[in-house]
């Protein structure tokens, strides 16, 4: 059985590495190693006598007790990790689901939250975020639609996938949104897994949600060290459950995937998590830098964008006016050398692409695109 064409990841494989300026960037700027044990005031002589061995499967038990103390309902026997993020859908999706099984996966999303279900047989149906009406100062463009999510959920329903703060969107619903959608999963007794890989960079700290682990024993979250600590070269992430018995299936799964973790990587994720706050912070203050550039760029290029300011996160998912947004990226890497992610395998349509905005990079990438824009007449 063959499983669709993961389109991002093969995009990004194709052109990350080689286009003069990406513009598109899912993460945050990253560091040097040294950069990171230098924040900590850790010296390099702690690596030197690290033991290259075999690691536990389910993590170093130091390292889940500092994720666990990020959260409020779990402890360190209901967390693993690390997992590389990837791997941590791969497993959940392979513990829980089973051919003809019922869920809903909020749209647009990240290939694999949406392709992975399907290729596992169960019956996807898209609970699709809405934009907003056009207003030019427009803040948080994409919202949750509640009656759409009431109709898709049935007593069938198995699992319900949602990520927030969102890829592509920038979307972040209410506390009263979060809350609706956490009782919808209870309604049914379906479960609830809450992407929340991007946690930490609501553009205001009090808009923050509580986790799904905490809000829902059915819930599963998924965090990690590649965007909001900018950190994704340790290929750190992890689950968090309050359900033991799930937490045990995802682990039977893992002795068939990395069975256990690096063990360099698990000493830098426990140094990162140290100073996760100072990290966090980094990562907003270079993202509120380039909005504040993006936000007169769209101004001045209407006639080409609709452009609605996320509320959250690194991305943005930006409309193209009456062009293709395959051809439109196609065309600007070729002849300007800058890389926007066309939306294909985010979503069905070919009118959006992807902005990124975590990287320190993107006031240059943004001046070639001013300069292309300006050099086709804004077609």
Not at 41 to 64: F, I, N, V
Not at 95 to 111: F, I, K, S
Not at 201 to 222: M, V
Request: aromatic residues 10%; charged residues 20%; proline residues 6%.
């Amino acid at each position: 059985m063959k499983i669709k064409p993961f389109y991002t990841e093969r995009f990004f494989a194709a052109h990350e590495f080689s286009a003069p300026y990406l513009l598109c960037a899912s993460d945050c700027e990253s560091l040097t190693a040294a950069e990171l044990l230098q924040l900590a005031d850790t010296t390099w002589e702690t690596l030197g006598q690290l033991w290259l061995g075999y690691t536990e499967s389910q993590g170093d038990p130091t390292l889940r007790t500092q994720i666990a103390d990020l959260y409020a309902a779990v402890g360190m026997e209901q967390v693993i990790g690390p997992v590389a993020p990837e791997e941590g859908i791969f497993l959940t999706m392979h513990a829980l689901l089973e051919p003809g099984d019922e869920v809903v996966v909020l749209t647009p999303c990240y290939d694999s939250l949406l392709n992975l279900a399907a290729y596992l047989g169960a019956r996807v149906a898209r609970w699709s975020l809405v934009e907003r009406p056009e207003s030019p100062d427009a803040i948080g463009g994409w919202q949750l639609d509640p009656d759409a999510l009431a109709r898709l959920v049935t007593p069938r329903t198995k699992l319900i996938v949602v990520n927030f703060p969102h890829n592509p969107t920038g979307c972040l619903p209410t506390r009263d949104e979060w809350r609706m959608v956490v009782e919808t999963a209870a309604r049914v007794g379906a479960w609830l897994f809450s992407d929340e890989i991007y946690r930490g960079l609501e553009y205001d700290p009090e808009s923050r949600l509580p986790s799904g682990c905490d809000e829902y024993e059915r819930a599963i979250t998924l965090g990690g060290l590649s965007k909001t600590y900018g950190l994704p070269g340790l290929r750190v992430g992890w689950l968090a459950l309050q359900d033991r018995p799930l937490r045990d299936q995802i682990l039977g799964w893992k002795d068939y995937t990395t069975i256990c973790a690096s063990a360099p990587s698990e000493a830098l994720a426990r140094i990162a998590l140290q100073i996760g706050d100072r990290l966090m912070e980094r990562s907003r203050h270079i993202i509120q830098d380039n909005l504040t550039l993006a936000n007169s760029f769209f101004l001045r290029w209407r006639s080409v964008f609709r452009w609605s300011r996320p509320q959250a996160g690194p991305v943005a998912f930006v409309e193209l006016r009456n062009r293709s947004a395959r051809a439109f990226c196609e065309r600007l890497l070729v002849e300007q050398g800058v890389l926007l992610l066309p939306g294909a395998g985010l979503s069905p349509d070919d009118q959006h692409v992807r902005f990124g905005f975590g990287r320190r990079s993107f006031e240059a990438g943004l001046a070639q695109l001013d300069h292309y824009l300006m050099q086709q007449g804004g077609s």
